[in-house]
């Protein structure tokens, strides 16, 4: 699977801990940074990058981390077909892929274990959009609105 990360300072520690991760199991990776720690880098400058990437169908998923992953799920959901959230819970990485079509999912760095954030992503790497009516019907009403605000 095509993958892409992407965390600013508060999350560059656990991305690069996931990335061995993601590599470890065989994916293809695709890092947007940071490259290095630097307490005064800033989310949005390495999430927009991922998320264009991700609406843009280059990547199959996404994994952007903040120190808390609010930030960097605000940011990614700016960019147009993207359905990104932040997630805590194994049923949430599962479901919001399954019901929602999650395609990126945002970790806080300052909150999550590493062995745990790993589940995580396994977890939502496994999920398959169930493509029910209901979902698309709900996801047809949020793509209109989204449509409108990006005219």
């Not at 609406?55 to 609010?70: H, P, Q």
């Not at 999912?105 to 909150?111: K, P, Y």
């Not at 396994?122 to 029910?132: C, I, Q, R, V």
Request: glycine share 10%.
């Amino acid at each position: 699977m095509k993958i892409g990360l992407a965390a600013d300072h508060g999350g560059y520690e656990l991305k690069e801990k996931i990335k061995n991760y993601l590599k470890a199991e065989g994916h293809e990776i695709t890092d947007y940074g940071a490259f290095e720690y630097n307490k005064e880098d800033d989310y949005p400058d390495f999430v927009f990058p991922l998320a264009n990437a991700v609406s843009e169908g280059k990547l199959t998923r996404g994994i952007a981390v903040c120190g808390s992953g609010i930030g960097a799920s605000i940011a990614a959901n700016k960019v147009k077909g993207v359905r990104a959230a932040l997630v805590t819970d194994c049923f949430s990485a599962r479901q919001g892929v399954e019901d929602d079509n999650m395609n990126i999912i945002c970790l806080g760095g300052r909150v999550v274990a590493d062995v745990y954030a790993e589940l995580l992503v396994k977890t939502f790497l496994e999920a398959n959009f169930s493509g029910l009516e209901r979902h698309n019907r709900r996801l047809g009403k949020v793509k209109s609105v989204e449509l409108k605000n990006h005219e």
